[in-house]
């Protein structure tokens, strides 16, 4: 984020139940924790000159998401950015009979990832990747399991991303970044979840939230994120080392 726009999310969140409400909450608690942290980090990048990444790959005319901590950053930005596309879609045309409560719940996640997107845009500065094509032409978004569907999909996406990313961060303040937005990541899946099936287990289906690698969830995020990106400098292991 700006340093004139380090402003979590408004309090008086009003969603479908108590539970949606505190999982929110809980969540603009953790995004205002990653606006304080958000200048540690920024320092820390600055000053790994080595990690600066290549804007296209001259081959395929890919984005090249980097090496380091910056390659995960910006792998992680990625996915904000085709989260961030699909919220904006659902709020610009609703699926029809959505109720008020569902509006409010899809707007508490739009401003969440607003700030997720401005976050790593600032953090990252010149060495950002740029604004990425979506395509969301397999979502019906005048039907509401399409949408709440695509929704999930996109949360548990990004909480199975930040899962798998932590152990290939070589910066503790980065880990701890990636901490807060898996946090705030798994809160969104778990509401959406219980706007599909309320009141049930399906809220969180699996004690522990499963880990994906940064190949795979690309593979995944495809289907909607249609600018080609070049992972090859992303790290393959702990310490950051590709």
């Known amino acids: 984020m700006s340093e004139n726009s380090n402003q979590p999310e408004r309090d008086d969140i009003k969603c479908v139940s108590n539970g949606k409400r505190m999982f929110l909450k809980l969540s603009g608690i953790a995004l205002a924790a990653l606006a304080l942290d958000g200048a540690t980090v920024r320092n820390v990048l600055a000053n790994n000159n080595s990690y600066l990444p290549l804007p296209m790959s001259p081959q395929t005319g890919a984005v090249d998401l980097g090496s380091g901590d910056v390659g995960i950053m910006n792998y992680s930005y990625a996915l904000e950015q085709g989260e961030l596309a699909f919220l904006k879609r659902v709020l610009a045309s609703p699926f029809s009979g959505i109720t ?132 090859s400098r992303l790290p393959r292991k702990s310490g950051g080392k590709p």
């Open 100 to 231: 008020a409560d569902e509006r409010r719940v899809f707007q508490e996640l739009h401003d969440h990832e607003v700030v997720h997107n401005e976050f790593f845009k600032a953090m990252l500065g010149s060495r950002a990747i740029p604004q990425l094509q979506t395509d969301f032409s397999k979502v019906d978004f005048n039907n509401r399991k399409s949408v709440l569907e695509t929704s999930m999909t996109f949360a548990d996406l990004a909480t199975s991303a930040y899962n798998g990313a932590g152990k290939l961060l070589s910066d503790p303040a980065n880990l701890a970044i990636a901490g807060k937005l898996v946090s705030i990541e798994a809160r969104h899946a778990a509401v959406v979840r219980d706007l599909i099936k309320p009141r049930s287990g399906f809220f969180a289906p699996e004690a522990l939230d499963p880990a994906r690698e940064p190949e795979e969830v690309l593979k995944l995020a495809s289907q909607f994120v249609k600018t080609p990106l070049n992972a």
